[in-house]
């Protein structure tokens, strides 16, 4: 394994610690950006390495051991606040839910939830949700890029139940393609508006909000029907 990069031997421990850190999180950022672009296998480190502004040729193996290993680290810095997030948004929802007659969410209000926060990441600048679209299309998603101590999906366990409680009248095989639809043209719109730098207003989210939301409820047609059953 490399040897980690010279330190002052005056810094203090708190101070080598912040600035390793620092070094940590402008690669994750720089991975990202790039990784959002071109796809994880166009990349090398060495590109990383010079997107992050980093001299050190090693840098990425002492950090993150290899390209698998800083995807999953990236995905980590990333998801932990998205599910913080989802998880106040979904509690905030509930309490308003509550005081309704029936308890029941609409369609729309589901989706907004799960939406919300990868808006809000574009928002800040980040460039995570067009790096899951290029994940979501990678086949070694699952097997070599996603944190073992994460939920193997590309979204939180929360997200699945969310949209699972709008698909549920469905037959099995239409709600998988169902919520493959949705989460895949999510990914991907959203993503879009993080690469181009187009605008992300209310009125554009909310158009987006009730497609989907429509497309999660949509019955299945007589004729699709007959070809599930077939």
């Avoid at 606040?81 to 509550?98: I, N, P, S, T, Y």
């Avoid at 309704?100 to 990868?118: C, H, Q, W």
């Avoid at 969310?162 to 037959?171: A, F, H, R």
Wanted: hydrophobic residues 40%; proline residues 6%.
């Amino acid at each position: 394994m490399p040897e980690p990069e010279p330190v002052d031997a005056t810094t203090s421990p708190r101070r080598r610690h912040a600035s390793g850190e620092a070094t940590r999180v402008l690669l994750l950022e720089a991975a990202e950006r790039l990784f959002a672009i071109r796809g994880i296998d166009a990349v090398t480190l060495r590109e990383i390495q010079i997107a992050a502004g980093q001299s050190n040729s090693s840098v990425i193996t002492y950090h993150f051991g290899s390209k698998a290993g800083l995807v999953r680290a990236l995905v980590a810095h990333r998801q932990a606040v998205l599910d913080a997030e989802l998880h106040r948004g979904a509690q905030q929802l509930e309490r308003g839910v509550a005081e309704r007659p029936d308890g029941i969410a609409t369609a729309r209000e589901l989706v907004g939830l799960v939406v919300g926060p990868l808006v809000s990441s574009i928002r800040r600048g980040e460039m995570y949700v067009p790096f899951l679209a290029r994940l979501s299309e990678d086949p070694l998603a699952r097997s070599e890029y996603w944190p073992p101590d994460i939920d193997d999906r590309r979204y939180s366990e929360e997200t699945e139940q969310l949209v699972g409680v709008l698909l549920g009248g469905l037959p099995e095989r239409a709600r998988r393609a169902r919520n493959h639809q949705f989460f895949t043209s999510m990914l991907h719109v959203l993503g879009d508006h993080a690469r181009n730098g187009t605008g992300l207003g209310p009125a554009r989210v909310s158009s987006y909000v009730d497609g989907w939301a429509a497309l999660l409820v949509a019955k299945v047609s007589p004729e699709t029907a007959a070809l599930l059953e077939s």
